[in-house]
C-alpha cells in the first residue's frame, strides 16, 4: 500500500468510473481519523470504569489496525492481479504453458522420455 503523501492520486473522472480506486489514497486519513475516535471513546469509558477505558483503546488500537490491513490487503491483491493481466496480454513472451515456464510435470517428463526413447 502505497503511503499517504499529502496528495489525493485521483481525479474527478475516477470518482465516476471505476477504473481506479479511489479509497487506497484516503486510507491512511481514514485510519487516523478512526484512531482518534477509538482513544475519544476509550477516554469516555475512563470516566465509568478505568480499565474498561484502557481495554477499549488498547482493543480499539489492535482492531482498527487489523481490519484496515486486511482492506490494505484486498487492495494489493486486486493491483497484483491487474498487473498479471497486464503482463499476459501485454508481452507475447510471457509463458503460459507448463513448457514455456520449464515446468516438470508428468506430461512433460513423459514426453522428454519418449523423445529420448526415440
Same mark, same amino acid.
Given at each position: 500500500?502505497?503511503? !499517504?503523501?499529502?496528495?489525493?492520486?485521483? @481525479?474527478?473522472?475516477?470518482?465516476?468510473?471505476?477504473?481506479? =480506486?479511489?479509497?487506497?489514497? &484516503?486510507?491512511?486519513? &481514514?485510519?487516523?481519523?478512526?484512531?482518534?475516535? &477509538?482513544?475519544?471513546?476509550?477516554? &469516555?469509558?475512563?470516566?465509568?470504569? !478505568?480499565?474498561?477505558?484502557?481495554?477499549?483503546?488498547?482493543?480499539?488500537?489492535?482492531?482498527?489496525?487489523?481490519? =484496515?490491513?486486511?482492506?490494505?490487503?484486498? !487492495? @494489493?491483491?486486486?493491483?497484483?492481479?491487474?498487473?498479471?493481466?497486464?503482463?499476459?496480454?501485454?508481452? *507475447?513472451?510471457? *509463458?503460459?504453458?507448463?513448457?514455456?515456464?520449464?515446468?516438470?510435470?508428468?506430461?512433460?517428463?513423459?514426453?522428454?522420455?519418449?523423445?529420448?526413447?526415440?
Amino acid at each position: 500500500m502505497e503511503k !499517504f503523501n499529502g496528495k489525493f492520486d485521483f @481525479s474527478v473522472k475516477d470518482l465516476f468510473f471505476f477504473d481506479k =480506486f479511489v479509497v487506497p489514497s &484516503v486510507l491512511t486519513l &481514514v485510519y487516523w481519523i478512526a484512531l482518534v475516535l &477509538v482513544v475519544l471513546s476509550g477516554l &469516555v469509558m475512563m470516566f465509568a470504569s !478505568f480499565f474498561g477505558g484502557l481495554i477499549t483503546i488498547l482493543v480499539g488500537f489492535v482492531s482498527t489496525r487489523i481490519t =484496515f490491513e486486511l482492506i490494505c490487503v484486498i !487492495f @494489493s491483491i486486486n493491483r497484483n492481479l491487474q498487473k498479471l493481466v497486464e503482463l499476459q496480454s501485454g508481452s *507475447a513472451n510471457v *509463458a503460459t504453458t507448463p513448457e514455456d515456464v520449464g515446468e516438470k510435470t508428468d506430461a512433460n517428463i513423459h514426453i522428454a522420455h519418449d523423445k529420448e526413447e526415440n
